[in-house]
């Protein structure tokens, strides 16, 4: 089961539980964030049912900076291969 909100046009929020009836296990929750920084950038934060935090930040700069990173690493792998 999962829920999300959009609070504003800067603000989402969210929350998902899950259980797996077959194995009985505990039920898994977790509650999540995101913010928006400005047009290119934003901020998600989510939190587990271990207490565990995970912290993401994206903004354009970092999408083109992973990109160009992905093909050095692609060409480099290609040329090791000739």
């Given at each position: 089961?999962?829920?999300?909100?959009?609070?504003?046009?800067?603000v989402?929020t969210g929350?998902?539980?899950?259980?797996?009836?077959k194995?009985?296990?505990?039920v898994?929750?977790e509650?999540?964030?995101?913010?928006a920084?400005?047009?290119?950038?934003?901020v998600k934060?989510?939190i587990?049912?271990?207490?565990?935090?995970?912290?993401?930040?994206?903004n354009?700069i970092t999408v083109i900076?992973?990109n160009?990173?992905?093909?050095?690493i692609?060409g480099v792998?290609?040329?090791s291969?000739?």
């Amino acid at each position: 089961m999962s829920y999300f909100h959009r609070v504003n046009k800067d603000v989402e929020t969210g929350a998902k539980a899950l259980w797996d009836r077959k194995t009985d296990s505990a039920v898994s929750v977790e509650v999540g964030t995101k913010y928006a920084l400005d047009r290119d950038a934003f901020v998600k934060v989510k939190i587990d049912k271990n207490g565990s935090i995970f912290l993401f930040f994206n903004n354009i700069i970092t999408v083109i900076a992973m990109n160009i990173i992905y093909y050095i690493i692609i060409g480099v792998i290609v040329k090791s291969y000739d």
